[in-house]
């Protein structure tokens, strides 16, 4: 069995060849414009807020918005990428979010802009389980850390990209018309990617395991262990992206034009964290490490490096500030990456899209309680302290929590879908 699965890998690999490295490639951008589209809102709040005189308790509720339909997106697409594909999951997940990023243009209230966040809500949610799965298909598994370490990179170029081109498109055009470039950025991707999406030869097939019902996941330890960890940090990034302009802006003054110099900081650390974080993990199973040792070590490495952010509250300067948000979230993105290497080498590939869609429906829905949470918070308090006091701890925790539940009943099974893979 063993000799049978490494010649398929390696088949795999020459099947696959450079043209796993152009999939990810498009990976990566999809995820930029993901991002891009996600973030618009972000940046343009305080204009927004001016403009359609919005309180901090409605941009709360907005973002919520965005966060509830992300969840129920990702618990729909997850399943329904593992039955159509995630090449084709992943082309109608980028049309229906570029449309939806359009109608932005279109809203003039609160209520509106709610309705338009659903609706890219719903559709964004397809782009990870569909990545995550392409990954689990066409590379093998000492290159998989690496491979989501790039593709999920796109996440901070497009969080560098739109504080960076808002304020000039919005100087240019105005801010409906903003909403309108980003998504026909989206459908110029849909249009580029047609070709290269064909189907290609999986680097191997495990058939060994559970089915991917809903009931199998529900049961599953190893499911559980990565929709906690994604409960509790993917909402810091959350945080990261709707507040951190916030931040700035209320804490040290930053107007919108200033705000491009920071936040660029913050990500292109972000992207150093996501690219080394899934290097690191390479490289240790290129050294003889397991696939799962490498992550456990390398998702404990960015839990301590986290903490730092617990300081930000208390910064001096804007500087200080960006730093220790830029060691932050580079250390969330390395986190990141091992966290989706890992349901790829735990799962078999026609699970991963579930999995993932059911660690993300957590995540989504932890970010709608921080969300609603820390609109009220500052509304009534206007300090930043508790949530970054929270950013700080919850990676430690989830650490313990996730790698108690693979190493107790499903410790076994996890370093068994590692080696097959």
Known sequence: ?????????????????????????????????????????GILAPTLQRELGWSEASYGLIVTAFQAA?????????????????????????SVWSIASMAHGLASSAMHFAVARFGLGVAEAGNFPASVKMVSEVFPARERAFAV??????????????????PVLVELVGWRM?????????????????????????????????????????RDRRAWAFGIAKLMTDPIWWFYLYWAPKYFGTRFGVELSGLAAPLVCVYLMADFGSIVGGWGSARLVALGWSPIRARRFMMALC?????????????????????????AAAAHQGW?????????????????GSVVGFGGMLGALGGMAMATATGLLLEYTGSYTVPFLVC???????????WLLIGTGAGTRAVAGAKES
């Open 178 to 218: 903003t909403f309108v470039a980003s998504g026909l950025l989206g459908l110029l991707w849909v249009v580029c990617a047609l070709p290269l999406l064909r189907p290609a030869r999986s680097v191997t097939e495990n058939t060994t395991d559970a089915d991917s019902t809903k009931l199998a996941l529900i």
């Open 70 to 94: 992300y969840a129920l997106g990702l618990l729909i697409f997850g399943r329904i990428i593992d039955r159509i594909g995630s090449r084709l999951g992943l082309l109608i997940a980028v």
């Open 336 to 352: 990141s990456a091992n966290l989706f290497a890992l349901c790829a080498d735990l799962f078999p590939q026609r699970m991963v």
């Open 303 to 327: 839990a301590v490096l986290v903490t730092v952010v617990g300081f930000a509250a208390y910064a001096p300067s804007v500087w200080v500030a960006a730093a220790l948000l830029s060691v």
């Open 1 to 41: 069995m063993a000799c049978r699965q490494e010649a398929q890998t390696q088949c795999g690999e020459k099947a696959g060849g450079r043209h796993r490295w152009f999939l990810c490639a498009f990976l990566f951008f999809a995820t930029t414009i993901n991002y891009i589209d996600r973030q618009i809102l």
């Open 392 to 402: 700080a701890g919850s990676y430690g925790v989830a650490w313990c929590v996730s």
């Open 149 to 166: 370490g790039i593709f999920n990179s796109g996440s901070n170029i497009g969080a560098i990209v739109t504080p960076l081109a808002v």
